[in-house]
């Protein structure tokens, strides 16, 4: 069983950064990696995710301000997010799929707020 915790999240202000991080454990082998978030009173949507050959895709609103990463040896994916807006706001959580499975963290709170 594929179990996910994040750590990372916190409270920061426009412009600021943060990174966070998602451990993986378990028995099955993981193809694809990365993070989601959700606002309240909205989806949960894709916000980057990463494959074990590194091929990588961004959703448009954070292209450019956000990095993710990955290291197989240590199944571990992380994101690092900066020049962070309010809209950035939302709980996000860590996924890992294979084929049709998929995975989830708890989920971490990242708040964008003067």
């Known amino acids: 069983q594929v179990q996910l915790v994040e750590s990372g999240g916190g409270l920061v202000q426009p412009g600021g950064s943060l990174r966070l991080s998602c451990a993986a454990s378990?028995?099955?082998?993981?193809?694809?990696m990365g993070w989601y978030r959700q606002a309240p009173g909205q989806q949960r949507e894709l916000v980057a995710q990463i494959t074990r050959v590194n091929s990588i895709e961004y959703t448009d609103s954070v292209r450019g301000r956000f990095t993710i990463s990955r290291d197989n040896t240590k199944n571990t994916v992380s994101l690092q997010m900066n020049s962070l807006k309010p809209e950035d706001t939302a709980v996000y959580y860590c996924?890992?799929?294979?084929?049709?499975?998929?995975?989830w963290g708890q989920g971490t709170q990242v708040t964008v707020s003067s």
């Open positions: 996924n890992a799929g294979l084929g049709i499975k998929n995975y």
């Open positions: 378990g028995a099955i082998s993981i193809y694809t």
